[in-house]
């Protein structure tokens, strides 16, 4: 009668017991639970103590005080987040499908007063988790509040045309600009480092119209470069033959300066022997003047000076007999 007591003593003790070690395994459990965390390769984590931020670290496994004494936030900073407009791409299965629609977003008044779907996409990266975390309370709708407005008015500024052709670039490089101005002025911890603009039509009750217009201008810049093509063919030819001309009248102008100076030294031997015997010279020009003309001109008539009467000047040429 005396062991049933004792037996009793145990089990109770052995029940005791094993309630002392379950809770002490919970309570580790729980106090590992909330002092490790990991933070990922593409992540950094801000820890906060008592609400108030702490530190921030880097990746790998990591030490806190337990029970919500320290949070931790992994913050993706690594990772390139996109942000889509006027359309959505909506995952079907294990493909992705895109969906537009969004004309509350996409539909834009241009600088000349005319109505255009525009789409876009922007892509950015945290630089800040803290600023991204504390800085600003509704961050993603900050985000798309920015963009829109910052496109919305860069389409404002430019023409229809000008928007669905060489301003498409310029557009997309400015949006980077102004948008990260925005975002710097408020602290949003973000750096945008692409827009790329993905459609610009005009509204489906002028696209006929419009697709006319776009086949012009293709038509317009082919004319163009098939012009340029026979522009390059054709200067280049047209400047040799040029270059062509030119050495051929200077070689031209070259030998009538030289026969020209010839016939001055020609003339200049002449004067000088016409100096020494003027006389005899002036009977030589005399004579070679009259052979020149005797043989020239045949039944001519010569008029004497002393004489009253015309005379016909003797054939000279003709021989005798004849």
């Known amino acids: 009668m005396d062991e049933t007591p004792q037996k009793g003593g145990k089990s109770k003790a052995l029940t005791a017991s094993g309630v002392i070690i379950v809770i002490v395994a919970i309570l580790v459990l729980a106090l590992?639970?909330?002092?490790?965390?990991?933070?990922?390769?593409?992540?950094?984590?801000?820890?906060?103590?008592?609400?108030?931020?702490?530190?921030?670290?880097?990746?790998?496994?990591?030490?806190?005080?337990?029970?919500?004494?320290?949070?931790?936030?992994?913050?993706?900073?690594?990772?390139?987040?996109?942000?889509?407009?006027?359309?959505?791409?909506v995952k079907a299965g294990s493909q992705n499908q895109y969906k537009n629609g969004i004309t509350k977003e996409s539909t834009m008044l241009t600088g000349d007063l005319n109505i255009v779907d525009v789409e876009w996409v922007i892509q950015y990266k945290i630089v800040d988790p803290v600023a991204w975390l504390f800085n600003v309370q509704e961050r993603k709708q900050t985000i798309r509040d920015i963009s829109q407005s910052v496109i919305n008015t860069l389409v404002g500024d430019r023409a229809i045309l000008e928007i669905m052709g060489a301003e498409r670039p310029v557009i997309q490089n400015q949006a980077v600009a102004l948008m990260n101005d925005n975002f710097k002025q408020l602290q949003l911890g973000i750096n945008v480092t692409n827009v790329q603009l993905q459609s610009i039509v005009p509204p489906a009750g002028v696209q006929e119209a419009f697709d006319d217009v776009n086949k012009a201008i293709q038509d317009m810049n082919r004319f163009i470069n098939e012009g340029k093509e026979v522009y390059n063919a054709e200067i280049p030819r047209a400047r040799g033959e040029a270059e062509q001309q030119i050495l051929i009248a200077e070689g031209y102008a070259t030998e009538r300066i030289n026969k020209a100076q010839g016939d001055v030294a020609r003339f200049n031997a002449v004067y000088e022997e016409y100096k020494k015997s003027p006389a005899v010279t002036r009977e030589r020009l005399y004579l070679e003047t009259m052979e020149t003309v005797f043989e020239s001109q045949k039944n001519s008539t010569l008029i004497d000076r002393n004489l009253d009467n015309i005379l016909p000047v003797k054939d000279l040429t003709k021989k005798a007999g004849n």
Do not use: S, W
């Open 32 to 89: 590992a639970g909330t002092t490790m965390f990991k933070v990922d390769e593409t992540e950094e984590a801000v820890i906060t103590r008592f609400g108030k931020y702490y530190t921030t670290v880097g990746a790998g496994l990591h030490v806190k005080m337990p029970f919500g004494i320290d949070k931790n936030y992994n913050v993706p900073v690594k990772v390139v987040q996109t942000e889509q407009f006027g359309f959505q791409t």
